[in-house]
């Protein structure tokens, strides 16, 4: 029940094309869905975040779509760029568990090429 | 530096031997969570801290030991390093009521050999 799964594993774009990551989870009690992108060699860094009230957040090239009925979320890169290249993960949290842990997904590797 | 920093950033140990990895950061926030991350794996809870002297078990405590006097330091050691504990380790931070996010170091490759 604390699972988050991700997909895909990993996936090739054009350049100028939309690249589509996949989320699912089954805990309820989830009341944010942030997506992190990392950089090779880097740590992880947040990219955007959605909470369960709304359906759709969108900044620059970036959207999470949210479905709460099938308890769903993805990220949408559009105009996707080789600067985007990096591996992105999705995460959730219960925000009133105590423990203040984020759910990761087991991430996708993007490669965007030229 | 202002932030999280990990060192060392690269680690070369044998098995059978104990190896710390320090964690420190300037906000002062209360969390603070050591991940590792392995291909296939993404990123995996070890342990994580509310606070200065409160610290849990995460998803993969086996093997590691942590603790944490004061709250801008959470040390992660491993008492007797094992080959499978060859990985990337991410320290990272937060802090309740400001927003959810995680602030993550820049990690440390340990590699045992």
Redesign the interface.
Known sequence: QQQVKQSPQSLIVQKGGISIINCAYENTAFDYFPWYQQFPGKGPALLIAIRPDVSEKKEGRFTISFNKSAKQFSLHIMDSQPGDSATYFCAAINGKDSSYKLIFGSGTRLLVRP | DAGITQSPRYKITETGRQVTLMCHQTWSHS?M?WYRQDL????R?IY?S?AADIT?K?EVPDGYVVSRSKTENFPLTLESATRSQTSVY?C?S?E?GVS???Y????TRLTVT
Not at chain 2, 104 to 107: D, K, N, R, S, T
């Open positions: 969390y969570f296939g794996h993404g990123l809870l994580y509310a849990d995460g991410f990272a937060s309740r959810y996010e995680q993550f170091g820049p990690g």
